[in-house]
């Protein structure tokens, strides 16, 4: 029985340190990411900033007049 015992002791060790473990990894991303202000943006240099903030306000504007389809 012993043998039994010291098998599960460390499997369900390992199971809780690995447990414990990712979770302050994932405390500490959330945490960096409530800092930077968003997912994308944490990862990003100014100038790519710079560039995903100007496709995205592009993205959002229409044309002011319509082209026409080509004849053929």
């Known amino acids: 029985y012993m043998y039994l015992y010291f098998v599960f002791f460390i499997i369900f060790g390992s199971f809780f340190t690995l ?12 945490e960096q990411k409530k800092k930077a202000g968003g997912s994308l943006e944490m990862f990003m240099t100014e100038d790519q900033k710079k560039y995903y903030y100007a496709m995205k306000k592009m ?3 229409k044309p ?6 080509p004849r053929v």
């Open 59 to 61: 993205g959002s504007k």
């Open 19 to 30: 447990n414990l473990f990712i979770g302050v990894i994932i405390d500490n991303f959330n």
């Open 64 to 69: 002011l007049k319509a082209i026409p389809r």
